[in-house]
Structures are given as C-alpha cells and as structure tokens.
C-alpha cells in the first residue's frame, strides 16, 4: 500500500456514513473502518448492517468482543481486517485467517504488551498501536505506546505497524520518529473544513 496516511470511519447511521464518504473522494484510496460493538468500547460505530461507497477500499479495526462472527459476515468486503489481540486465540485466529488467504493484522490497546503477540509476530503481516484508549474520536493521546513499534520490529523487521490515536501534524512526528509505517487519522480530519488540505500537510509530515 503506497499510502501511509488513512482517514478513519465511525458512523452511528448509514446517513452519517454516506456523509463521510461523500467528503473523502479524491483525498483516499483506502479508509479505516473504526468498528465498535458497545462492549469491547463503551461505544458503537458501524454496528448496523452498512452500505459502503465502492470508490474506496477498506480495512477494518474490529473494536468488538467477537470479532470472527462480524469478519464472517462482512470479511470479504475488507482488504483485511484488524482484531484487538485481547479477544480472540490469537495462534487459531492466525491460522483461519491464512487459510483464508488473508493479511494478519492485530491491535494492541495502550496498555496490552507486545509480549502477548511476541511468539506469533513472523506470522503477523499488521500490528495497529493504540495510542488512545479506544471507541471515541478525540481521546487523549499517548506517546508511550509508541515504544512497541521499536520491540515489534527488532523480533521482524517484516511486520509493517500502524499507529491510530491522536494524529495531527505534531503527533505524526512522533510516530514517523518511533518507526510507524501508517497512521490512521480521525478527528483531525472528520472536523476538517478543507479534508484535502489537511490530508497533505500529514503527509508531507509524515515524509515516507
């Protein structure tokens, strides 16, 4: 994937969804689908039966406490989906999901260690870094997390990390400085007069 910069999705209702679309064509290719059940967050986003704009591509953060039911229903419609490492058996998700032929990809919460995938990480493609806690736009961010990518990459260097949480053209430093291969990107954009704008200062900050 050539872009390092993906706006983030979360929509209570198929009008605000169609709403967030309509603002992001012709400034991404692919969106991050912020998915949350009211369980795993005490939030919900996406959790209706969605349409989606086939202008985009997507990938899909999984915020739920079962997130194979929801990739069984919906999976084939996403580039790849990403699990929070703290809801599913992570050696059996691994397996399905290369039975499947699709991209492994996890999150880690701020506080979940990179321990917990430690054994797994030559068969993991993806590893999202929270850098908030999640189910909101606009938590307060957290630089600490971002000491995972390093420990992530020093067991394979193969393992492309995202960050998502608190992005703006200060934070995205850090991250860029802390070895991020993508950030994901919501409220500095959702609240964005001018999304083109916006999504190129990123990117010019992000200068990968």
């Not at 919501?186 to 999304?195: F, M, P, Q, R, T």
Request: include cysteine.
């Amino acid at each position: 994937m050539r872009q390092n910069v993906f706006p983030s999705i979360m929509a209570k209702s198929q009008r605000e969804l169609d709403d967030m679309l309509k603002n992001l064509v012709g400034v991404a290719k692919y969106l991050h689908l912020d998915v949350a059940d009211g369980k795993f967050v005490p939030n919900t986003s996406l959790w209706f039966p969605f349409r989606l704009n086939s202008k985009f591509k997507y990938v899909a953060h999984l915020m739920v406490k079962e997130p194979e039911k929801w990739i069984t229903k919906y999976g084939k419609r996403m580039e790849f989906c990403i699990v929070q490492a703290e809801t599913v058996d992570i050696l059996n998700y691994i397996t399905k999901t290369k039975q499947q032929k699709k991209k492994v990809a996890f999150a880690l919460n701020p506080e979940t260690k990179v321990s917990s995938l430690k054994k797994y990480l030559k068969d993991i493609d993806y590893v999202l870094i929270l850098t908030v806690h999640p189910g909101f736009y606009g938590g307060k961010y957290l630089k600490y997390p971002l000491k995972k990518i390093k420990e992530i990459k020093n067991i394979n260097p193969k393992v492309k990390v995202i960050v998502d949480g608190g992005m703006n053209p200060t934070t995205v430093k850090d991250a860029v400085r802390a070895g991020a291969d993508y950030i994901v990107v919501g409220s500095y954009l959702a609240k964005a007069d001018d999304v083109k704008k916006r999504m190129k200062v990123l990117e010019k900050k992000f200068g990968k």
